[in-house]
């Protein structure tokens, strides 16, 4: 077989998701496997290019992953012409501008997602890199998630029947970081720098939705900051200014409704940190990150309610675990993996710029709804 190289700059692999799932698990996972065999004589090799604002902190990366390019200055690499595709894994302030530079630069761009700070911004991307021909896209990891290949399998099997309803339950306490330190960066919960739950979740749940169960037609939201005061990395007071909270109802084009909770300020009592009850008219299914379990109707039974004595059933144990029925890779390698076809074969990917748009405008929508105290009407996107 050839080995075929794509070199990758990758901006933004000195923070916790790019670093552990893009760069670790991902691009060197890829390489520990001997590459990516593309099926036609041909390994794909990706070779890094680390890029980021900490000489120190980028040196030190590579040391540890025995990789011997990095650099300071974007503009640099984006002009060299080795340098295949644009991987961006920074804050969201700074993601819209860096994409800008590498579409002129030519380059074919992978992101994180909201792929900038409003829809206006989002979809000049998805125009700028159409216009350019490069090939583009953005991470959509939860669609790769076990639990949700799951639920995929049954809807395409057709277990649901009509489907009804989604309910999802996502999130987890983070700590203030005054007695015990917080699981996610400062900037999450300022609004200035482009934190917020809504902002970070929303988009998520606009592909997940869209791809599992129809695009979604309204959104009527609500958000609070449920926790006001933290504490930063370095253990000084700051205000939050960003939603930690959204409680979100979404109407879906065919006729089913969701209803999907995002909060960094409750405490877990599920199975996993994200669940999605799905019900139809021939069954019901709550799928998490890995598991899923369901219910059908010929299995399902009649409950009376009566306050008055307690109950004699576990209603969780009515239901019946899916099994794998394959092997789940990580969900970002998998992506990963059908991206760079899609760069190198020119294998179909509508996980593009517009989509990540999609995810922008339901964010955009959704702080709007909330701040109106309205259900708001979602136009189809296009170019």
Same mark, same amino acid.
């Given at each position: 077989?050839?080995?075929?190289?794509?070199?990758?700059?990758?901006?933004?692999?000195?923070?916790?998701?790019?670093? !552990?799932?893009?760069?670790? !698990?991902?691009?060197?996972?890829? !390489?520990?496997?001997?590459?990516?065999?593309?099926?036609?004589?041909?390994?794909?090799?990706?070779?890094?290019?680390?890029?980021?604002?900490?000489?120190?902190?980028? !040196?030190?990366?590579?040391?540890?992953?025995?990789?011997?390019?990095?650099?300071?200055?974007?503009?640099?690499?984006?002009?060299?012409?080795?340098?295949?595709?644009?991987?961006?894994?920074?804050?969201?302030?700074?993601?819209?501008?860096?994409?800008?530079?590498?579409?002129?630069?030519?380059?074919?761009?992978?992101?994180? &997602?909201?792929?900038?700070?409003?829809?206006?911004?989002?979809?000049?991307? *998805?125009?700028? *890199?159409?216009? &350019?021909?490069?090939?583009?896209?953005?991470?959509?990891?939860?669609?790769?998630?076990?639990?949700?290949? &799951?639920?995929?399998?049954?809807?395409?099997?057709?277990?649901?029947?009509?489907?009804?309803?989604?309910?999802?339950?996502?999130?987890?306490?983070?700590?203030?970081?005054?007695?015990?330190?917080?699981?996610?960066?400062?900037?999450?919960?300022?609004?200035?720098?482009?934190?917020?739950?809504?902002?970070?979740?929303?988009?998520?749940?606009?592909?997940?939705?869209?791809?599992?169960?129809?695009?979604?037609?309204?959104?009527?939201?609500?958000?609070?900051?449920?926790?006001?005061?933290?504490?930063?990395?370095?253990?000084?007071?700051?205000?939050?200014? *960003?939603?930690?909270?959204?409680?979100?109802?979404?109407?879906?084009?065919?006729?089913?409704?969701?209803?999907?909770?995002?909060?960094?300020?409750?405490?877990?009592?599920?199975?996993?940190?994200?669940?999605?009850?799905?019900?139809?008219?021939?069954?019901?299914?709550?799928?998490?990150?890995?598991?899923?379990?369901?219910?059908?109707?010929?299995?399902?039974?009649?409950?009376?309610?009566?306050?008055?004595?307690?109950?004699?059933?576990?209603?969780?144990?009515?239901?019946?675990?899916?099994?794998?029925?394959?092997?789940?890779?990580?969900?970002?390698? *998998?992506?990963?993996?059908?991206?760079?076809?899609?760069?190198?074969?020119?294998?179909?990917?509508?996980?593009?710029?517009?989509?990540?748009?999609?995810?922008?405008?339901?964010?955009?929508?959704?702080?709007?709804?909330?701040?109106?105290?309205?259900?708001?009407?979602?136009?189809?996107?296009?170019?």
């Amino acid at each position: 077989m050839t080995r075929r190289t794509v070199r990758i700059a990758m901006n933004g692999v000195t923070g916790r998701m790019g670093h !552990r799932q893009h760069l670790v !698990r991902s691009i060197l996972a890829l !390489r520990e496997q001997g590459g990516l065999d593309l099926g036609n004589g041909e390994v794909l090799w990706p070779e890094p290019v680390l890029v980021g604002r900490r000489e120190p902190a980028l !040196r030190a990366l590579a040391e540890r992953h025995g990789l011997t390019e990095w650099s300071t200055d974007l503009d640099a690499v984006l002009a060299d012409g080795s340098v295949d595709v644009y991987f961006d894994a920074q804050v969201t302030s700074a993601r819209a501008d860096a994409i800008r530079k590498a579409v002129a630069a030519g380059k074919h761009v992978y992101t994180e &997602k909201p792929t900038a700070g409003d829809l206006a911004g989002a979809l000049d991307l *998805a125009r700028l *890199a159409t216009a &350019k021909g490069v090939k583009h896209g953005v991470v959509q990891d939860k669609l790769f998630l076990p639990g949700l290949l &799951k639920l995929k399998r049954l809807i395409d099997g057709g277990f649901f029947g009509e489907i009804l309803s989604v309910r999802g339950e996502f999130g987890y306490w983070v700590f203030e970081g005054d007695w015990q330190e917080a699981q996610r960066p400062s900037w999450n919960y300022r609004a200035e720098d482009g934190g917020g739950i809504v902002v970070d979740m929303f988009p998520h749940w606009e592909y997940v939705l869209h791809e599992l169960f129809g695009r979604v037609t309204s959104v009527s939201a609500h958000v609070a900051t449920h926790v006001p005061r933290r504490r930063d990395e370095h253990g000084k007071p700051y205000e939050a200014t *960003a939603d930690d909270a959204a409680y979100g109802l979404f109407q879906l084009e065919g006729g089913a409704v969701a209803q999907i909770n995002s909060s960094w300020a409750v405490r877990v009592h599920r199975d996993e940190l994200v669940e999605f009850q799905v019900d139809g008219t021939h069954g019901s299914a709550v799928a998490g990150l890995r598991g899923c379990r369901v219910q059908h109707r010929s299995a399902t039974p009649k409950p009376v309610w009566n306050p008055d004595v307690p109950a004699t059933e576990s209603f969780r144990d009515q239901w019946q675990e899916v099994p794998d029925n394959a092997d789940f890779d990580n969900g970002f390698k *998998a992506q990963w993996e059908l991206f760079l076809r899609h760069v190198v074969l020119d294998e179909p990917y509508n996980r593009d710029l517009l989509a990540g748009a999609r995810g922008v405008q339901l964010a955009e929508l959704g702080l709007r709804s909330a701040a109106e105290g309205r259900r708001l009407d979602v136009p189809e996107v296009t170019l």
